[in-house]
């Protein structure tokens, strides 16, 4: 039987969150590096690839040694088959991912409008022989923004399902321990998972109640419990 479930929850911006845009374009004056933005509302998004790369990336910097970390072809299996991996040769299939990150759009829009949905942060570069600034204007969405959250999982395999979400939950919890977007380093992109639960998408399950309790696992790596 054909099954689908549903991890549905928000995500909290604890500092501010840079996910760049083009700069192609900047009025004179305004932010030469802008967030991205749905082009509907031009409230900002977090697009589910940005997800998608960091936590992949998060877990696979866990699970092998070394700094260097392999091609997404050559990543271990309970990772390839979460997020895909391409074939390596004409004798090797490529593996199709089991998780869809979706968009992520502001879901506390109502409450931002006095102070707007984002800020202007200032950065400089000072050259250490002349001590000459170089200032850069990053936009960045403000700290308690939310968003929504929706990833849909394929069950391809039953007996995988546990493992599977125990390994997408490590990677949440691994993520609110570093950063998402831009400027991690200086301070910007903490952000935490909230209101997190298992939906029976397509199909039918006996184990939503364990997935769930996976799940609740990543609430208690937050680092900043504003």
Same mark, same amino acid.
């Given at each position: 039987?054909?099954?689908?479930?549903?991890?549905?929850?928000?995500?909290?911006?604890?500092?501010?969150?840079?996910?760049?845009?083009?700069?192609?374009?900047?009025?004179? &004056?305004?932010?030469?590096?802008?967030?991205?933005?749905?082009?509907?509302?031009?409230?900002?998004?977090?697009? &589910?690839? /940005?997800?998608? !790369? #960091?936590?992949?990336?998060?877990?696979?910097?866990?699970?092998?040694?070394?700094?260097?970390?392999?091609?997404? #072809?050559?990543?271990?299996?309970?990772?390839?088959?979460?997020?895909?991996?391409?074939?390596? /040769? %004409?004798?090797?299939?490529?593996?199709?991912?089991?998780?869809? +990150?979706?968009?992520? +759009?502001? %879901?506390?829009?109502?409450?931002?409008?006095?102070? !707007?949905?984002?800020?202007?942060?200032?950065? *400089? /570069?000072?050259?250490?022989?002349?001590?000459? %600034? *170089?200032?850069?204007?990053?936009?960045?969405?403000?700290? &308690?923004?939310? +968003?929504?959250?929706?990833?849909?999982?394929?069950?391809? *395999?039953?007996?995988?399902?546990?493992?599977?979400? @125990?390994?997408?939950?490590?990677?949440?919890?691994?993520? @609110?321990?570093?950063?998402?977007?831009?400027?991690?380093?200086?301070?910007?992109?903490?952000?935490? +998972?909230?209101?997190?639960?298992?939906? @029976?998408?397509? &199909?039918?399950?006996?184990?939503?109640?364990?997935? @769930?309790?996976?799940?609740?696992?990543?609430?208690?790596?937050?680092?900043?419990?504003?």
């Amino acid at each position: 039987m054909y099954q689908k479930l549903m991890i549905q929850g928000k995500i909290e911006v604890l500092t501010g969150l840079h996910i760049g845009a083009s700069d192609v374009y900047a009025a004179i &004056g305004a932010a030469n590096s802008p967030v991205v933005r749905d082009p509907k509302t031009q409230y900002p998004i977090i697009p &589910g690839s /940005s997800l998608k !790369g #960091k936590i992949r990336t998060l877990l696979v910097r866990d699970a092998v040694e070394g700094y260097v970390l392999p091609e997404p #072809k050559d990543d271990p299996p309970p990772i390839a088959r979460l997020f895909g991996k391409p074939a390596s /040769s %004409a004798e090797t299939k490529a593996v199709a991912s089991r998780l869809q +990150f979706m968009d992520c +759009f502001l %879901a506390n829009a109502d409450e931002l409008m006095d102070t !707007g949905f984002t800020e202007v942060k200032t950065e *400089n /570069s000072i050259n250490r022989l002349t001590s000459i %600034a *170089n200032p850069r204007p990053l936009e960045r969405v403000i700290r &308690g923004a939310k +968003f929504s959250f929706a990833v849909i999982y394929n069950v391809e *395999n039953p007996a995988e399902v546990e493992e599977d979400f @125990q390994t997408l939950a490590k990677g949440m919890r691994l993520l @609110q321990l570093d950063y998402l977007g831009g400027h991690g380093s200086r301070g910007s992109g903490r952000i935490r +998972f909230e209101d997190l639960k298992v939906i @029976q998408a397509a &199909g039918e399950t006996e184990k939503i109640e364990t997935l @769930q309790k996976t799940l609740e696992g990543v609430k208690d790596a937050n680092v900043l419990p504003l």
